[in-house]
């Protein structure tokens, strides 16, 4: 996949993963991403701090059939930056999507500072 820089191509994973989802699961997240961006409290049913991460969220879109979640982290009190999304299949959040999230947050902090 030839995306550019990497803020562009994880832009393209989430957005193909979005235009993945039947309409129906794309209204849902839609509805969860604006509880976000015009709510002062949420709760954890929609957004929750993944424990023993470096300020790592999970956004949770449940559906009749799947349990999405989106990765995210705050970039002050106002930007909330989507890291990476998927299908949860288990209790738990895989590792390695708090890792590659945690990579990306890393990433991203740096380019903001240079």
Do not use: W
């Amino acid at each position: 996949m030839q995306c550019g820089t990497k803020n562009h191509c994880i832009q393209k994973l989430i957005l193909d993963f979005y235009l993945a989802q039947d309409e129906k699961v794309q209204l849902k997240i839609e509805y969860v991403l604006d509880l976000i961006r015009f709510e002062k409290n949420l709760s954890a049913k929609f957004l929750k701090l993944l424990q023993n991460t470096d300020g790592i969220f999970e956004l949770r879109v449940i559906t009749t059939f799947k349990s999405i979640r989106i990765l995210c982290f705050f970039d002050g009190a106002e930007l909330v930056v989507l890291c990476n999304c998927f299908v949860k299949k288990t209790q738990k959040t895989p590792r390695k999507e708090i890792r590659k999230a945690e990579k990306i947050k890393m990433e991203y902090l740096a380019d903001k500072d240079n």
